[in-house]
């Protein structure tokens, strides 16, 4: 990826940045260390990935923002995760509206879905085509889920997890399933639009926002939450 098309000079603050979080942050870091920006080596850089963002790591970024550079070089954070749940994002929020001095963030998901909207209101964003290609088997799984019985539906799901990892707490698994979700609520809110009066469109569309809040909350069931959009839809 080509960031001189991208960043600036004097850099914002905070930057998200769509892309594999496992290889984004490392090219990302050469970039900026060609660039002259940062050490990569120096305690003013700390380049993380995270297969899923806790409240323990938002505490480990916390302490990190609150030490003083010690070069005259920029203080450098890069958060790369697939995933981040509603209660650190909360905690990492007001990290953001409070920098140290001198201090950039970038975090690199593969997804900016999977961040609230008042995160995405305080950064730069930054999308590649990668997510883009990454999608189209997720919208070829979901035209599929759609047309297939409640039964064969829920036995789909079985494969899915395995692809994504059979752990509650990967954050592939729950990227998957909010982009999943994300995918399902387009193909509804285009038969809404048809028809405005669809009492069953209507409680299928809350059904996937309810879902889509409960994938961020820590310790919820993502087989549950799947399996229930099965019997939904």
Not at 172 to 181: E, P, V
Request: aromatic share 10%; with cysteine; proline share 3%.
């Amino acid at each position: 990826m080509d960031f001189e098309q991208f960043l600036p000079k004097d850099l914002y603050h905070s930057y998200v940045i769509e892309g594999n979080p496992e290889t984004m942050g490392d090219i990302l870091l050469r970039y900026l260390e060609s660039k002259g920006e940062v050490e990569s080596k120096s305690p003013d850089v700390l380049c993380q990935v995270y297969e899923s963002f806790t409240m323990k790591d938002v505490s480990q970024i916390k302490e990190w923002n609150s030490n003083n550079g010690i070069t005259k070089n920029k203080k450098i954070c890069i958060i790369a995760t697939k995933f981040i749940n509603r209660e650190a994002e909360q905690t990492f929020l007001k990290i953001l509206e409070e920098p140290g001095i001198n201090t950039h963030y970038f975090i690199i998901v593969p997804d900016v879905s999977v961040l609230c909207d008042t995160i995405i209101s305080r950064v730069h964003v930054i999308k590649t085509k990668e997510y883009q290609n990454n999608n189209i088997d997720i919208k070829k799984d979901v035209l599929l889920f759609i047309s297939s019985s409640p039964s064969d539906r829920v036995n789909s799901l079985i494969t899915i997890i395995k692809k994504n990892k059979n752990e509650e707490n990967s954050g592939q698994l729950r990227f998957y399933a909010t982009s999943f979700i994300n995918e399902l609520e387009i193909v509804f809110y285009e038969k809404f639009k048809k028809n405005r009066n669809d009492e069953n469109i209507k409680f299928i569309l809350n059904e996937l926002q309810k879902s889509r809040e409960y994938l961020s909350t820590p310790g919820a069931a993502v087989k549950m939450i799947l399996e229930h959009l099965a019997l939904v839809v």
